[in-house]
């Protein structure tokens, strides 16, 4: 059986050490490189804190697997024990000198996550967590939030590097949100966003495209403290999600919803006298010919199914085809 204290203890001395690089490069120029776009960034503190970590890690337990954001992944040894690494969440902020900015570290045992260390070195703030013994903001018992109302609610999302569509579904999701809480925030830093939720500072996270160095620390920080994490369809939640929801518990099911009700109302089926037409975003993404009404019971089934709207067209919009 794994002690779980000296796993602890490992991973705290390997935050604090990454969070002291960090602090000797804010304020002072820094040499910013791009990865997959302009608004991926990747910085020396990231790569030096990276390998402090891992030369950490590696002295006390050298038959450990490592995943970390910039060197990917070290699976050597085929261990059961995978440590999971963003050596620093929020490059941008950091950049930019904007003080909210986090060491994240998750070890995961036999696809389980069972411990998470997420340190902010502006604030001098350590969350941390391990299966079956709480959660933790330094010395301090952690619990989520009681609310019960959205709104009443304030949460967060986060833009990570995407495509233009994903960018635009989530600002979607992110309108709807105004409209039904308190208030949206978006920080910048996954990591942090998430050990809020855990610490009651917020209601509720959700966000898209993650990787597993985004999220395996803050999720068993959540867990611990009373919270809940799924992905956007209340299924388990493992690394390799992309799409999470973490909240306090109360309120996941209403944040599941407005995403669910969002992702339907962009699928809207046109039947026309002569034909169907599937749009989603006003995007044509199939269509078919009508030859009889039972075609049209069809696409009405059909609809249901996919819970797409349905507009029914009238003659002016029918098709002249010419068939020889």
Same mark, same amino acid.
């Given at each position: 059986?794994?002690?779980?204290e000296?796993?602890?203890?490992?991973a705290?001395?390997?935050?604090?050490?990454? =969070?002291e690089i960090?602090?000797?490069?804010?304020?002072?120029a820094k040499?910013?490189?791009?990865?997959?776009?302009? $608004?991926?960034?990747?910085?020396?503190a990231?790569?030096?804190?990276?390998?402090?970590?891992?030369?950490?890690?590696?002295?006390y337990?050298?038959?450990?697997?490592?995943?970390?954001?910039?060197?990917?992944?070290h699976?050597?040894?085929?261990?059961?024990?995978?440590?999971v690494?963003?050596?620093?969440?929020?490059?941008t902020?950091?950049?930019?000198?904007?003080?909210h900015?986090?060491?994240?570290?998750?070890?995961?045992?036999?696809?389980?996550?069972?411990?998470?260390?997420?340190?902010?070195?502006?604030?001098?703030?350590?969350?941390?967590a391990?299966?079956?013994?709480?959660?933790?903001?330094?010395?301090?018992?952690?619990?989520?939030?009681?609310?019960s109302?959205?709104?009443? $609610?304030?949460?967060?999302t =986060?833009?990570a590097?995407?495509?233009?569509?994903?960018?635009?579904?989530?600002l979607e999701?992110f309108?709807q949100?105004?409209?039904?809480?308190?208030?949206?925030?978006?920080?910048?830093?996954? $990591?942090?966003?998430?050990?809020y939720?855990?610490?009651?500072?917020?209601?509720?996270?959700?966000?898209?495209?993650?990787? *597993?160095?985004?999220?395996?620390?803050?999720?068993?920080?959540?867990?611990?403290?009373?919270?809940?994490v799924?992905?956007f369809?209340?299924?388990?939640?493992?690394?390799?999600?992309?799409?999470?929801?973490?909240?306090?518990? #109360?309120?996941?099911?209403?944040?599941?919803?407005?995403?669910?009700?969002?992702?339907?109302?962009?699928k809207?089926m046109?039947?026309? *006298?002569?034909?169907v037409?599937?749009?989603v975003d006003?995007? #044509?993404?199939?269509?078919?010919?009508?030859?009889s009404?039972?075609d049209?019971?069809?696409?009405?089934?059909?609809?249901?199914?996919?819970?797409?709207?349905?507009?029914?067209?009238?003659?002016?919009?029918?098709?002249?085809l010419? #068939?020889q």
């Open positions: 059986m794994e002690n779980i000296k796993l602890l203890e490992v705290k001395e390997a935050a604090f050490e990454a =969070g960090q602090l000797s490069y804010l304020g002072k040499e910013i490189a791009h990865k997959s776009c302009m $608004s991926d960034l990747v910085t020396i990231d790569k030096q804190s990276e390998e402090k970590i891992i030369s950490i890690i590696h002295t337990f050298p038959n450990h697997d490592i995943l970390a954001e910039e060197t990917g992944s699976k050597e040894h085929n261990s059961e024990y995978l440590w690494i963003d050596p620093l969440d929020g490059t902020n950091f950049a930019h000198n904007f003080p900015f986090a060491v994240s570290i998750g070890l995961v045992k036999s696809g389980k996550i069972i411990l998470g260390v997420v340190f902010d070195p502006n604030k001098n703030e350590l969350f941390w391990a299966e079956g013994n709480g959660a933790f903001l330094n010395s301090n018992e952690i619990k989520v939030s009681n609310i109302k959205l709104s009443d $609610s304030l949460v967060a =986060g833009f590097p995407a495509k233009k569509e994903a960018l635009e579904e989530n999701y309108k949100f105004m409209f039904k809480t308190q208030a949206v925030r978006r920080p910048g830093a996954a $990591s942090l966003d998430i050990c939720v855990a610490c009651g500072r917020l209601d509720g996270f959700w966000e898209m495209k993650l990787n *597993p160095w985004d999220v395996a620390a803050g999720t068993c920080i959540v867990r611990e403290a009373g919270g809940l799924t992905n369809y209340s299924e388990d939640f493992d690394i390799y999600t992309k799409n999470i929801i973490a909240s306090n518990g #109360i309120l996941h099911l209403k944040m599941k919803d407005i995403i669910e009700i969002k992702q339907q109302s962009n809207i046109h039947i026309y *006298p002569d034909r037409e599937i749009k006003d995007e #044509i993404r199939g269509s078919w010919l009508i030859w009404t039972d049209i019971r069809e696409a009405e089934k059909m609809a249901r199914e996919f819970n797409c709207e349905v507009v029914k067209e009238d003659q002016s919009n029918q098709l002249t010419d #068939i």
